[in-house]
């Protein structure tokens, strides 16, 4: 009887949690018909989805994409002076009526902002087509008309207001846990606190110490923060509206950086055994020398193990999040077929859309393990030591210091036991 | 002469096509792939059930990494779609 009643209480729970998950979702084709691109019913589905995947210059508000957030356009101009506005200047509301069905739409237009500087006169606008389409650009007199020209952008653009909301969200879980266990000793968090700490200890223990060994504690810093940055950005990219919405792993730019900062760290700590193996590894003479095939492809493979963390993050969200877009616009496409199919297409897309948002929150956790768990394989195999020869001229490799499951776990005893002094 | 037909002809549709066919040999690999992972992962839990926990990870990892290698692919496959 009693058992009933806790499953009972516990039921509500999950339902109530479930139809919180439910209505964020469901909120995603509400997000997607938003979008201002209603041309007469003609609906142009690639436009939509690099529209959702790009970056802008403001922040679209949730279900009205006309109306954005400002954010600053920092810009050079071609003769070397600064400008930064709001990027509402840039762009006006238009607002037409269509005569026969009488529906009112909004639309973006983009406008020239004139600004005056020193007793000159500077122009800057959105670009409507060409290479630079959607960017902004100066427009410099050229005999009767303007030309185009491309200035040093560095505005903060939606991805770049995404990636410091990120920052902030790592930051503070962090720093809330570090501020938990300075006040309450060694004793172990609950809730929200101890998922995080879960975490940590499953990417410290299982990937970080089982294959670093001895050091560890120099690049666990590093390995911690990729794991936790990427699995943020993961998931704040898959929530529909601010701050969410931004796709920031999706975006080449954020991985290749990421990448390369593991490229950086397994260099810039190899070790001079680690560069021999590169320049003049253990093989034949005649692979070496006169034709430097094996560096050839030592050195290559110094490139492509890095591009391919990049190019596997970003094409894994990116793919998610292109997939979930055209599973909701679906919905529109079919609404053109007439009331039965559309009201079929409707429960089959948002059940099928669901399914490939959970499966987008799994692959997020996963990828950035994976991410993690490379990284810290490519800085263990950099920083290597020397082989040692013994008496017979064979090698034998040096007793790496690798944590199997007994240390593992008599640490975390000899943690419980100092936890519970504490306590007691 | 079949270079001249090439100059006239425009590549659009053949990208598209290749585009297409890349995309479509990719899955299948990835599919073969990730099912081998999956047997031998299943075959080796029936073998030894306590072992469940680890083998399970390092599935799901090696899938992760097979999964880039296809995703690679489908990378080409859309950058060939911009060939003019």
């Known amino acids: 009887m009693r058992l009933l009643i806790s499953i009972k209480e516990g039921m509500s729970k999950r339902i109530s949690t479930l139809a919180l998950l439910l209505a964020l979702v469901a909120a995603f084709p509400f997000a997607m018909s938003a979008s201002g691109h209603d041309d007469g019913g003609e609906l142009d589905v690639k436009e939509i989805i690099f529209e959702h995947l790009g970056d802008g210059y403001g922040w679209e508000v949730p279900f009205a994409h006309v109306y954005r957030i400002p954010l600053p356009v920092i810009v050079k101009s071609e003769d070397g002076k600064w400008f930064c506005f709001s990027s509402d200047d840039l762009t006006e509301i238009d607002v037409t009526e269509n005569k026969e069905t009488g529906k009112v739409t909004k639309h973006l237009v983009p406008v020239v902002k004139i600004i005056k500087k020193d007793g000159k006169e500077y122009r800057f606008t959105l670009a409507k087509e060409g290479d630079h389409k959607d960017k902004v650009v100066e427009l410099i007199p050229d005999g009767n008309g303007y030309r185009e020209y491309r200035p040093l952008d560095i505005s903060i653009t939606k991805n770049v207001a995404a990636l410091f909301i990120a ?7 962090v720093m809330g846990l570090v501020r938990y266990y300075r006040r309450k000793g060694l004793r172990a968090p609950r809730k929200g606190m101890g998922f995080f700490e879960m975490l940590v200890s499953f990417v410290y223990y299982d990937t970080i110490k089982s294959t670093l060994g001895e050091s560890t504690k120099r690049f666990a810093p590093y390995l911690l923060t990729c794991f936790f940055f990427i699995l943020t950005m993961n998931l704040v990219g898959l929530i529909v509206i601010f701050p ?41 003479l005649f692979l070496k020398f006169p034709l430097p095939i094996m560096q050839m492809i ?10 391919a963390l990049c190019v596997r993050l970003f094409a ?21 077929f007439g009331a039965g199919v559309a ?28 991410f993690t768990l490379l990284s810290a394989l490519f800085i263990s195999m950099a920083v290597v030591k020397e082989h040692e020869h013994n008496a017979e001229g064979d090698e034998t490799y040096p007793q790496k210091e690798r944590c199997d499951r007994q240390e593992i776990a008599e640490e975390k005893k000899a943690l419980a036991d100092l936890a519970k002094e504490v306590d007691a | 002469m079949l270079s001249t037909i090439l100059a006239e002809l425009s590549l659009q549709p053949i990208a598209g096509l290749g585009a297409a066919l890349g995309a479509a040999l990719a899955a299948i690999a990835a599919g073969i792939g990730i099912g081998k992972i999956g047997s031998s992962a299943m075959e080796a839990i029936a073998r030894q059930p306590e072992a469940a926990g680890d083998i399970r990870s390092s599935m799901i990892v090696i899938a992760a990494l097979i999964e880039g290698v296809a995703l690679f692919a489908v990378i080409v496959s859309a950058l060939a779609l911009f060939i003019k």
């Open chain 1, 343 to 370: 009201g079929g297409a409707t429960v089959i897309s948002v059940l099928f859309s669901i399914f490939m948002l959970l499966l987008d929150v799994l692959v997020s956790f996963i990828q950035a393990y994976v």
């Open chain 1, 298 to 307: 030592e050195v290559f493979g110094i490139f492509t193990k890095p591009a």
């Open chain 1, 316 to 336: 894994n969200m990116m793919g998610g999040h292109i997939i979930v877009i055209t599973l909701t616009l679906l919905i529109f496409i079919f609404a053109a």
């Open chain 1, 167 to 173: 920052t902030i969200l790592v930051t503070a879980m």
């Open chain 1, 244 to 284: 969410g919405g931004a796709n920031l792993t999706g975006n080449i730019a954020v991985t290749l950086v990421l990448a390369f900062m593991t490229f950086v760290v397994t260099n810039i700590f190899g070790t001079k055994h680690y560069w021999k193996e590169i320049f003049w590894p253990d093989v034949p």
